[in-house]
Nanobody, 123 residues
Framework: QVQLQESGPGLVKPSQTLSLTCTVSGGSITTNDYYWTWIRQPPGKGLEWMGAITTSGSTYYNPSLRRRTSISRDTSKNQFTLQLTAVTPEDTAVYYC???????????????WGQGTQVTVSS
């Protein structure tokens, strides 16, 4: 079974870049069965899908975050990474990485999730 683990700093200063890494085990990020996604949940709010990277390396982003978001991958380490630029306190959230199950290029739903990592934006 695929397992995911987020890692990165828990505190980021305003205007800086937030960078998180998701390490995948139990499966390859180049498999055709999944897209690899980032999702966040601000305190007291619902889940917000941020973006995804496909098995071929193509990316999709939430339009509201597209200008500040970048997702990349390192296939040699079986990892994918989120970068969010120009952060503000409104970017404070628990950040999750998750697999999105794909069959025939059709997303069927989320599979495995990481445990989540708290990121606080504060000076």
């Amino acid at each position: 079974q695929v397992q995911l683990q987020e890692s990165g700093p828990g505190l980021v200063k305003p205007s800086q870049t937030l960078s998180l890494t998701c390490t995948v085990s139990g499966g390859s990020i180049t498999t055709n069965d999944y897209y690899w996604t980032w999702i966040r949940q601000p305190p007291g709010k619902g889940l917000e899908w941020m973006g995804a990277i496909t098995t071929s390396g193509s990316t999709y982003y939430n339009p509201s975050l597209r200008r500040r978001t970048s997702i990349s991958r390192d296939t040699s380490k079986n990892q994918f990474t989120l970068q969010l630029t120009a952060v503000t306190p409104e970017d404070t959230a628990v950040y999750y990485c998750a697999s999105l199950v794909i069959i025939g290029a059709i997303p069927l739903g989320f599979g495995s999730w990481g445990q989540g990592t708290q990121v606080t934006v504060s000076s």
